[in-house]
Protein backbone atom coordinates (compact mmCIF):
# COMPACT_ATOMS: atom_id res chain seq x y z
CA UNK A 1 0.00 0.00 0.00
CA UNK A 2 1.35 3.41 -0.96
CA UNK A 3 1.45 5.75 2.31
CA UNK A 4 1.18 9.48 2.65
CA UNK A 5 4.45 11.40 2.95
CA UNK A 6 6.56 10.28 6.40
CA UNK A 7 4.40 7.05 6.92
CA UNK A 8 6.65 4.08 6.80
CA UNK A 9 5.25 0.59 6.81
CA UNK A 10 7.16 -2.47 7.93
CA UNK A 11 7.41 -6.60 7.67
CA UNK A 12 5.14 -6.16 4.26
CA UNK A 13 4.42 -9.58 3.12
CA UNK A 14 3.13 -9.98 -0.09
CA UNK A 15 2.24 -13.27 -1.79
CA UNK A 16 0.40 -15.09 -5.08
CA UNK A 17 -1.17 -12.54 -6.39
CA UNK A 18 -1.81 -10.43 -9.54
CA UNK A 19 -1.41 -6.32 -9.46
CA UNK A 20 -2.63 -5.18 -12.54
CA UNK A 21 -4.12 -2.03 -14.57
CA UNK A 22 -2.84 0.62 -11.95
CA UNK A 23 -2.77 4.14 -13.02
CA UNK A 24 -1.37 6.88 -10.34
CA UNK A 25 -0.44 10.44 -10.95
CA UNK A 26 1.12 11.51 -7.58
CA UNK A 27 2.37 14.74 -7.38
CA UNK A 28 5.13 15.98 -4.83
CA UNK A 29 4.19 12.59 -2.87
CA UNK A 30 7.29 10.38 -2.49
CA UNK A 31 8.15 6.70 -2.21
CA UNK A 32 5.51 5.63 -4.45
CA UNK A 33 5.37 1.64 -6.35
CA UNK A 34 2.70 -0.58 -7.46
CA UNK A 35 1.89 -1.73 -4.52
CA UNK A 36 3.93 -0.94 -1.86
CA UNK A 37 4.96 2.92 -1.26
CA UNK A 38 7.64 3.17 1.73
CA UNK A 39 8.75 0.28 3.53
CA UNK A 40 11.63 -0.63 5.70
CA UNK A 41 10.82 -4.54 4.91
CA UNK A 42 9.39 -6.95 2.49
CA UNK A 43 9.15 -10.19 1.34
CA UNK A 44 7.65 -10.14 -1.80
CA UNK A 45 6.89 -13.65 -4.14
CA UNK A 46 4.98 -15.63 -7.20
CA UNK A 47 3.17 -12.43 -7.78
CA UNK A 48 2.38 -11.07 -11.12
CA UNK A 49 2.35 -7.27 -12.54
CA UNK A 50 0.95 -5.63 -15.50
CA UNK A 51 -0.15 -2.32 -17.16
CA UNK A 52 1.34 -0.07 -14.37
CA UNK A 53 1.22 3.19 -15.34
CA UNK A 54 2.52 5.52 -12.86
CA UNK A 55 3.09 9.93 -13.27
CA UNK A 56 5.17 11.55 -10.14
CA UNK A 57 7.09 14.68 -9.77
CA UNK A 58 9.16 13.69 -6.80
CA UNK A 59 11.11 10.61 -6.31
CA UNK A 60 11.62 7.02 -5.26
CA UNK A 61 9.32 5.43 -7.65
CA UNK A 62 9.22 1.85 -8.84
CA UNK A 63 6.45 0.09 -10.78
CA UNK A 64 6.43 -2.94 -7.75
CA UNK A 65 7.67 -0.93 -4.83
CA UNK A 66 9.04 2.53 -4.09
CA UNK A 67 11.69 2.50 -1.64
CA UNK A 68 12.64 -1.02 0.45
CA UNK A 69 15.43 -0.94 3.16
CA UNK A 70 15.25 -4.76 3.58
CA UNK A 71 14.15 -8.16 2.35
CA UNK A 72 13.18 -10.00 -0.92
CA UNK A 73 11.55 -9.77 -4.14
CA UNK A 74 11.53 -13.14 -5.71
CA UNK A 75 9.32 -15.15 -8.59
CA UNK A 76 8.09 -11.89 -10.06
CA UNK A 77 6.49 -11.59 -13.54
CA UNK A 78 6.07 -7.94 -14.72
CA UNK A 79 5.30 -6.14 -18.19
CA UNK A 80 3.47 -2.96 -19.62
CA UNK A 81 5.45 -1.02 -17.02
CA UNK A 82 5.72 2.81 -17.27
CA UNK A 83 6.80 5.54 -15.29
CA UNK A 84 7.26 8.91 -15.82
CA UNK A 85 9.02 11.05 -13.20
CA UNK A 86 8.79 14.90 -13.37
CA UNK A 87 10.63 16.05 -10.91
CA UNK A 88 11.50 19.55 -11.52
CA UNK A 89 13.76 20.36 -7.81
CA UNK A 90 16.56 21.63 -8.45
CA UNK A 91 19.19 22.27 -7.64
CA UNK A 92 18.94 18.59 -6.15
CA UNK A 93 21.91 18.53 -3.69
CA UNK A 94 22.85 14.33 -2.72
CA UNK A 95 23.02 13.22 0.44
CA UNK A 96 21.77 9.76 2.98
CA UNK A 97 18.84 11.84 3.81
CA UNK A 98 17.04 12.89 0.63
CA UNK A 99 18.62 10.65 -2.02
CA UNK A 100 15.28 9.62 -2.80
CA UNK A 101 14.45 12.61 -4.33
CA UNK A 102 15.73 10.74 -7.92
CA UNK A 103 15.88 6.93 -8.23
CA UNK A 104 13.06 5.39 -10.49
CA UNK A 105 12.98 1.32 -11.26
CA UNK A 106 11.21 -0.64 -12.69
CA UNK A 107 10.71 -2.87 -10.21
CA UNK A 108 11.93 -0.38 -7.17
CA UNK A 109 13.29 2.86 -6.58
CA UNK A 110 15.14 2.73 -3.99
CA UNK A 111 16.95 -0.06 -2.61
CA UNK A 112 18.47 0.36 1.31
CA UNK A 113 17.62 4.27 1.95
CA UNK A 114 19.36 2.88 5.08
CA UNK A 115 22.36 0.66 5.32
CA UNK A 116 21.20 -2.66 6.29
CA UNK A 117 23.39 -4.71 3.85
CA UNK A 118 20.19 -7.10 2.95
CA UNK A 119 18.04 -7.53 -0.01
CA UNK A 120 17.86 -9.75 -2.80
CA UNK A 121 15.98 -9.72 -6.03
CA UNK A 122 16.10 -13.29 -7.71
CA UNK A 123 13.94 -14.49 -10.79
CA UNK A 124 12.59 -11.66 -11.76
CA UNK A 125 11.39 -11.21 -15.41
CA UNK A 126 10.13 -7.72 -16.46
CA UNK A 127 8.81 -7.64 -20.24
CA UNK A 128 8.07 -4.11 -21.81
CA UNK A 129 9.07 -1.08 -19.97
CA UNK A 130 9.47 2.43 -20.44
CA UNK A 131 11.26 4.76 -18.06
CA UNK A 132 11.46 8.70 -18.63
CA UNK A 133 13.09 10.90 -15.72
CA UNK A 134 13.72 14.36 -15.21
CA UNK A 135 16.64 13.39 -12.67
CA UNK A 136 18.80 10.83 -12.91
CA UNK A 137 19.34 7.08 -11.25
CA UNK A 138 17.25 5.02 -13.05
CA UNK A 139 17.02 1.18 -14.02
CA UNK A 140 15.48 -1.57 -15.62
CA UNK A 141 15.07 -3.30 -12.10
CA UNK A 142 16.14 -0.44 -9.49
CA UNK A 143 17.23 3.12 -9.38
CA UNK A 144 19.64 3.05 -6.49
CA UNK A 145 20.88 -0.23 -4.99
CA UNK A 146 22.65 0.07 -1.61
CA UNK A 147 25.72 -2.34 -0.67
CA UNK A 148 24.81 -5.69 -0.17
CA UNK A 149 22.12 -6.49 -2.82
CA UNK A 150 21.75 -9.82 -4.52
CA UNK A 151 20.29 -9.37 -7.89
CA UNK A 152 19.84 -13.22 -9.09
CA UNK A 153 18.84 -14.44 -12.41
CA UNK A 154 16.84 -11.22 -12.98
CA UNK A 155 15.66 -10.07 -16.89
CA UNK A 156 15.22 -7.01 -18.49
CA UNK A 157 13.54 -6.85 -21.74
CA UNK A 158 11.91 -4.43 -24.66
CA UNK A 159 12.58 -1.53 -22.17
CA UNK A 160 13.59 1.85 -22.62
CA UNK A 161 15.24 3.63 -19.65
CA UNK A 162 15.70 7.37 -20.18
CA UNK A 163 17.43 10.46 -17.90
CA UNK A 164 16.42 13.97 -19.38
CA UNK A 165 18.88 15.40 -16.96
CA UNK A 166 21.94 16.64 -18.93
CA UNK A 167 25.20 16.19 -17.39
CA UNK A 168 26.14 19.35 -16.11
CA UNK A 169 23.13 21.16 -16.24
CA UNK A 170 22.89 21.01 -12.35
CA UNK A 171 25.52 21.43 -10.18
CA UNK A 172 24.89 19.79 -7.15
CA UNK A 173 23.65 16.63 -8.77
CA UNK A 174 25.07 13.52 -7.14
CA UNK A 175 28.37 12.78 -9.57
CA UNK A 176 27.06 14.95 -12.23
CA UNK A 177 25.26 12.94 -14.56
CA UNK A 178 22.49 10.71 -15.70
CA UNK A 179 23.17 6.71 -14.14
CA UNK A 180 20.78 5.21 -15.86
CA UNK A 181 20.96 1.46 -16.38
CA UNK A 182 19.28 -1.37 -17.36
CA UNK A 183 19.79 -3.13 -14.50
CA UNK A 184 20.51 -0.77 -12.05
CA UNK A 185 20.88 3.34 -12.18
CA UNK A 186 23.10 3.53 -9.63
CA UNK A 187 25.09 0.39 -7.48
CA UNK A 188 26.75 1.55 -4.47
CA UNK A 189 29.93 -0.20 -2.79
CA UNK A 190 31.90 0.46 -0.09
CA UNK A 191 34.20 -1.25 2.68
CA UNK A 192 31.36 -3.36 4.66
CA UNK A 193 29.15 -4.99 1.45
CA UNK A 194 29.67 -5.49 -2.02
CA UNK A 195 26.85 -6.31 -4.91
CA UNK A 196 26.59 -10.02 -5.97
CA UNK A 197 24.67 -9.88 -10.03
CA UNK A 198 24.65 -13.16 -10.98
CA UNK A 199 23.10 -14.67 -13.87
CA UNK A 200 21.17 -11.47 -14.96
CA UNK A 201 19.93 -10.75 -19.23
CA UNK A 202 18.96 -7.76 -20.62
CA UNK A 203 17.53 -7.70 -24.06
CA UNK A 204 16.38 -4.93 -26.63
CA UNK A 205 17.28 -2.07 -24.19
CA UNK A 206 17.79 1.36 -24.49
Request: hydrophobic letters at 35%.
Amino acid sequence: ANSPNGVVLDNVDIKGITINDIGLNTGRQRSIGGAVGRSKSVDIRNCTVEDIDITSASGAVGGLAGNIDTGSISNVEMSDIKIVDNNTESPYIYSSVNKIYANVGGVLGCIGEIYDYDFSAKDITIDGLEITTSFEMAGGIAGYVTPGTIFDKCTVKNATVVCNLAKGTAANTYKDGNNAGAIAGYMERNAKADLDLTGCVVENVT
